[in-house]
């Protein structure tokens, strides 16, 4: 098993250029999440999902949007980029259900908006 | 909203020293709380997580953590550090009744000297 894949590995962007993240995960599981890790702040929650065709705001949501039309993937979308953006972005999942489940992390993307 | 705090954001030692690396967090309620580990270049990967019961955790690579419930804390600890332990450590708390949603604290880099 792949476990949590993330595609791209590495972007750079310009200000106002637009793009998509894709995370995708084989372990069947209903949660999946879309952090950003910024040096000294860990890492914060942007959106969720609880399960195909939801997703849900995090932490900070704003100049993000999601989609999760297939149980296995969940989509990360960047409409503007701005240089604020510029940061690690990791994916998660987890399974459904109980409360006593971990989160598997993907590799992380790191973009850069100039 | 929790909240959660790693005291220290740089830690740096010789090999076979011990490491002890505070968390606390800002919630009233039930938690579980986990320790995951980044290693350079690589993803977050889970160290132990503590859901209920004996309060002193093991988890991999020699690593325990303990739970006090009256200081709020889940301090990570390894009694004797190898090169191979330089990584950055995140504490993370997911309070009962918040979905799975985990909040993480800033982070620890910790660097062992050979």
């Known amino acids: 098993n792949a476990g949590v894949t993330q595609t791209p590995k590495f972007r750079v962007l310009k200000t106002g250029q637009s793009m998509t993240l894709l995370c995708a995960q084989d372990?069947?599981?209903?949660?999946m999440y879309w952090y950003r890790q910024d040096p000294g702040m860990g890492l914060r929650l942007i959106h969720y999902?609880?399960?195909?065709?939801?997703?849900a705001k995090g932490e900070v949501p704003d100049g993000y949007n999601v989609s999760r039309l297939k149980k296995q993937n969940f989509l990360l979308g960047l409409e503007s980029a701005a240089p604020s953006q510029t940061s690690v972005y990791f994916c998660?999942?987890?399974?459904?259900?109980?409360?006593?489940?971990?989160?598997?992390f993907g590799p992380g993307t790191r973009l850069t908006v100039l | 909203a929790q909240s959660v705090s790693q005291h220290n954001h740089h830690v740096i030692l010789s090999e076979a020293a011990s490491l002890e690396l505070g968390c606390n967090y800002s919630?009233?309620?039930?938690?579980?709380l986990f320790w995951y580990v980044q290693y350079p270049g690589q993803h977050l990967q889970l160290l132990l997580k503590?859901?209920?019961?004996?309060?002193l955790v093991k988890g991999i690579k020699g690593f325990e953590a303990e739970f006090i419930k009256s200081k709020f804390s889940f301090n990570l600890r390894k009694p004797s550090v190898q090169w191979s332990d330089t990584a950055e450590y995140f504490c993370?708390?997911?309070?009962?009744?918040?979905?799975?949603?985990?909040?993480f604290g800033g982070g620890t880099r910790v660097l062992v000297k050979p």
């Open positions: 998660a999942s987890s399974a459904t259900g109980t409360r006593n489940n971990e989160q598997f």
């Open positions: 372990m069947n599981h209903e949660y």
């Open positions: 999902s609880v399960g195909e065709g939801t997703t």
């Open positions: 919630y009233g309620g039930t938690v579980n």
């Open positions: 503590y859901f209920s019961g004996d309060p």
């Open positions: 993370a708390v997911n309070a009962r009744g918040a979905g799975n949603k985990l909040t």
